[in-house]
Nanobody, 115 residues
Framework: QVELVESGGGLVQPGGSLRLSCAAR????????ASWYRQGPGKEREWVAA???????NYADSVKGRFTISRDNSKNTVYLQMNSLKPEDTGVYYC?????????WGKGTLVTVSS
């Protein structure tokens, strides 16, 4: 059974930083692409960043230069380091991976950027 568990969300002031974690059980991140998505209030879920099994990283234009996705294979965990946070970064952040054509999602962690 595959399970993804996100953590690290919270309330932060504009310009601040947070690091999100996504721990996986039942699947090995290093063999699959892992992605972060987010859904802001009243908005559609959008893709934020991804790291492939070969280590290639990609980012949405809205977060490029501010967010960094990384993977710790020893802990089977993917991270999203978020710097220079803006109010528009507010939302629930989800971790996603896929295996054999099936998508697996975590339940999300809430990030609120507000003064």
């Amino acid at each position: 059974q595959v399970e993804l568990v996100e953590s690290g969300g919270g309330l932060v002031q504009p310009g601040g930083s947070l690091r999100l974690s996504c721990a996986a059980r039942g699947i090995i991140f290093m063999f699959n692409t892992a992605s972060w998505y987010r859904q802001g209030p009243g908005k559609e879920r959008e893709w934020v960043a991804a790291v492939t099994n070969s280590g290639l990283r990609n980012y949405a234009d809205s977060v490029k230069g501010r967010f960094t996705i990384s993977r710790d294979n020893s802990k089977n965990t993917v991270y999203l380091q978020m710097n220079s946070l803006k109010p528009e970064d507010t939302g629930v952040y989800y971790c996603k991976t896929s295996k054999s054509g099936v998508d697996y999602w975590g339940k999300g962690t809430l990030v609120t950027v507000s003064s």
